[in-house]
């Protein structure tokens, strides 16, 4: 792979569904030298639980400085990457949907295997929602609140609840971006 020459901070978009970009995103966040900045743009609808978690670790395990800014959609599972962020910023119209895990299974699965699923499905949604709130840095009951039934939660609320930082546009090129 050629490496370009780069001022500042490697920045990551995660656009869409992460599941289908996953190999891909996971690359780009292990190009970042562990302790390293980036910058991750978020306009994405979730996917897996799995995926959440597994871009989740490497940004914490790795210890990256990432600041997360959500330019459109946060949705579902893209939450967790967002609140892995050292800092987040969020504009007047970004969307973040908090909502209870959603699953599906394949159409002929044993009785025994769906009831496992359902065992293992309950435990997961418990404890991401545990990661999400320590994460944020909130009590578990705020993602409770705005999870169950589900709430589209806007960037101005989340700047409110003290969890992101609010920018217009104009702010975000303390990023780096140069003015003209």
């Given at each position: ?90 504009i007047r119209h ?62 101005p609320e989340l ?22």
């Open positions: 792979m050629k490496e370009r020459e780069r001022k500042g901070p490697i920045e990551i978009a995660l656009v869409g569904d992460l599941t289908e970009n996953e190999s891909e995103l996971c690359e780009k966040l292990l190009d970042v030298e562990p302790g390293g900045d980036c910058v991750l743009y978020f306009d994405s609808i979730g996917g897996s639980p799995y995926c959440a978690m597994a871009l989740t670790s490497l940004i914490v395990l790795r210890g990256l400085r990432a600041v997360g800014v959500v330019t459109g959609e946060c949705s579902s599972s893209a939450l967790w990457p967002f609140a892995a962020c050292a800092r987040r910023l969020v970004s969307v973040l949907l908090f909502h209870p895990m959603k699953w599906q299974s394949e159409e002929h699965v044993a009785l025994s295997e769906a009831a496992e699923w359902a065992r293992h499905f309950g435990k997961l949604e418990t404890d991401m929602d545990q990661l999400l709130a320590q994460l944020f840095g909130v009590a578990p009951e705020k993602i409770q609140e705005w999870s169950a039934p589900g709430r589209y939660v806007s960037g700047a409110e609840a003290g969890l992101a930082e609010l920018v217009e546009l104009e702010a975000l090129a303390i990023l780096g971006a140069r003015k003209k």
